[in-house]
């Protein structure tokens, strides 16, 4: 049988409904995943907001959460067989247990443009891979010694550049320029560290200890056997001996006068989860520190868009799609959502299609518009690889349009909206993203004006596509 669905008034909306459709887009509104399962009536007033009916689906058994139409009337947090086989499933039921998050809005202000910073973003990004794999290395042949300085000036360092302009830092370890894994995933979670700690207003200071703490979140990997760090399906004794590494990241730590206790509470507390199901300690709620939460999520995030060996990854809808359905189970809710907000469903280096059917890499994002980022087109509509490339920003080519209509010259149904119809799985289409990322920093610094004059050399290439 398929799917089933119903359509449904907002203000009917119970909890324990699977919705499955909305009625405008679904990137017009705060929910990051084409469905969800409404599990309190925070989400029936979120959802009234932006919807006068939605779609849910009222097949048993025939989405992620199992659901009756009949027996979800009324029901409570706690009311149905169904929700009760969830909340067991999920280990507990949803954590409510913890603090409001303290968000100081735009403390921040981008202070320098991606073509002034990349160089020395470019620069600080292999010293701050230099100064983990030294730590790493050291650290495997002795515990004296350890450069654990260096490091230090810069997670500092690497702050600044963030604050400064946070794309250039974000392209860079959208890259793979490194095989090793551990090194590189530990400098692209500190990356979502400090986006998110930006984007929250979190103080510099604060900002340099969390840095600090996800760089050197996984060193007591280097005490435990290789085969457990790769292996993926580990028996619970193998299971027991892989968390090991976050008391032997601690030991390391606690030992080095450097490093201050909180970069420790980082490493100590990124694989708690507030629902009691991480390690070591299964501390829930506010037990966890906020910088460990913190943590906790960007390795998620990471660990999914950029699994170890073989695993196919992840694209980041997809990845934000699982991490939002852990908010309230084993991450904090609002912290998830100040996340999703933080990076944006398209972080720079995403491969999108856009709706005239052309495949582009996001080049930069737009903190005004988050859905409207600038691209550089490389394939055309059937999927073929362009010769010349070419950046287009779709909120200025929005507003080229808007004008047109504004002033007469063309009617709302003579123009053609460019959209991102959705985002791609990396390795989907054989695109070089370290050429898009140099061609477009090298197009940038050459002009010397900033964007507009790169846009309004290439606003001929996309005028085709208006009948005005």
């Given amino acids: ?67 009756n139409l009949k027996n979800l009337t009324g029901a409570g947090v706690g009311g149905t067989k169904e929700r009760r086989k969830l909340e067991r499933n999920s280990k507990s039921a949803k954590v409510t247990d913890v603090a409001p998050l303290k968000i100081r809005r735009d403390l921040y202000e981008v202070e320098h443009g991606l073509e002034k910073e990349i160089g020395q973003a470019k620069e600080l990004h292999q010293q701050v891979y230099g100064a983990v794999s030294s730590v790493m290395e050291q650290v495997e042949r002795d515990h004296n010694n350890i450069p654990i300085a260096e490091t ?35 400098v692209r979670s500190a990356v979502w560290a400090i986006l998110f700690g930006r984007h929250i207003g979190m103080p510099k200071s604060e900002l340099d200890i969390l840095a600090m703490g996800v760089l050197l979140k996984d060193i007591g990997k280097t005490r435990i056997p290789e085969h457990l ?71 998620f995030y990471d660990e999914t ?22 908010r309230g189970v084993e991450f904090q809710e609002e912290m998830v959502v100040e996340f999703i907000r933080a990076i944006g469903l398209y972080p720079t280096g995403t491969q999108v299609e856009l709706s005239t059917g052309e495949v582009a890499v996001v080049v930069e994002q737009n903190f005004e518009r988050r859905l409207k980022p600038i691209v550089m087109v490389v394939t055309d509509a059937v999927k073929q690889t362009l010769f010349d490339p070419f950046v287009l920003d779709l909120a200025e080519h929005d507003r080229i349009n808007q004008a047109k209509i504004d002033s007469g010259k063309a009617t709302r149904h003579e123009i053609d909206r460019i959209e991102i119809v959705q985002d791609l799985e990396p390795g989907e289409y054989d695109i070089d993203i370290a050429t898009i990322r140099d061609t477009y920093i090298e197009s940038k610094v050459k002009e010397g004006k900033g964007l507009f004059s790169i846009f309004k050399r290439n606003l001929k290439k996309i005028s085709g596509r208006s009948r005005s």
């Fill in 229 to 299: 760090i790769y292996k993926t399906n580990r028996s619970e004794a193998e299971q027991d001996a892989y968390e090991k590494f976050v008391d032997y990241g601690v030991e390391i730590l606690r030992k080095l006068p450097d490093v201050k206790p909180r970069v420790t509470s980082v490493v100590k507390s990124h694989c708690e989860r507030v629902n009691g199901s991480g390690f070591p300690s299964h501390l829930r709620g506010d037990k966890i520190p906020l910088l460990g939460k913190i943590a906790g999520i960007v390795t």
């Fill in 1 to 67: 049988m398929g799917i089933k669905q119903v359509k449904v008034a907002a203000n009917e909306l119970t909890v324990g409904m699977f919705v499955s459709g909305l009625d405008r887009p679904w990137t017009q509104t705060p929910f990051p995943l084409q469905g969800f399962y409404i599990r309190d009536a925070d989400e029936i007033r979120e959802l009234k907001v932006h919807c006068s009916h939605v779609y849910i689906d009222v097949v048993k058994g025939s989405g992620p959460v199992k659901t």
């Fill in 305 to 326: 868009t950029n699994p170890r060996g073989l695993d196919k990854p992840l694209s980041p809808s997809k990845a934000v799609a699982k991490l939002y359905e852990q």
């Fill in 152 to 186: 230090k000036r810069v997670a500092s360092n690497m702050v600044d550049s963030v604050l400064r302009s946070p794309d250039a830092f974000t392209w860079l370890s959208r890259v793979r320029e490194k095989d090793e894994y551990t090194y590189s995933h530990s």
